[in-house]
Nanobody
Framework: VQLQASGGGLVQAGGSLRLSCEVS????????MGWFRQAPGKEREFVAA????????YYADSVKGRFTMSRDNAKNTASLQMNSLKPEDTAVYYC?????????????????????WGQGTLVTVSS
């Protein structure tokens, strides 16, 4: 599948942003979705993930309570609502799809679990 992330921008600390991810291609299949981020000079890190069923969301400890991931399977979209943003949230944010239809949620924190990635959208949080 192809993924297109959008919604990044510049925001002050304490502010909010909402990222969106549109999925196209072989969307008739079940797939898990995740959000990752990569700050300059750092490795890509896990942010949040949902299986196709969407019953549970897995969050990184660093964003728990501040970020909310949702997905709409009918529209093949996912979003990441980011509140109480901090300067350390500054990064390029990527959405990704895992084409394993019955992925184990805890495995979705690993970049190696994903088959397809979007191009990323830059989020900059100023202090």
């Amino acid at each position: 599948v192809q993924l297109q992330a959008s919604g990044g921008g510049l925001v002050q600390a304490g502010g909010s942003l909402r990222l969106s991810c549109e999925v196209s291609g072989r969307t008739s299949r079940r797939y898990g979705m995740g959000w990752f981020r990569q700050a300059p000079g750092k490795e890509r890190e896990f942010v949040a993930a949902k299986r196709y069923s969407g019953d549970t969301t897995y969050y990184a400890d660093s964003v728990k309570g501040r970020f909310t991931m949702s997905r709409d399977n009918a529209k093949n979209t996912a979003s990441l609502q980011m509140n109480s943003l901090k300067p350390e949230d500054t990064a390029v944010y990527y959405c990704a799809a895992d084409m394993e239809p019955y992925a184990i949620l805890s495995q979705l924190r690993f970049t190696s679990s994903y088959d397809d990635w979007g191009q990323g959208t830059l989020v900059t949080v100023s202090s």
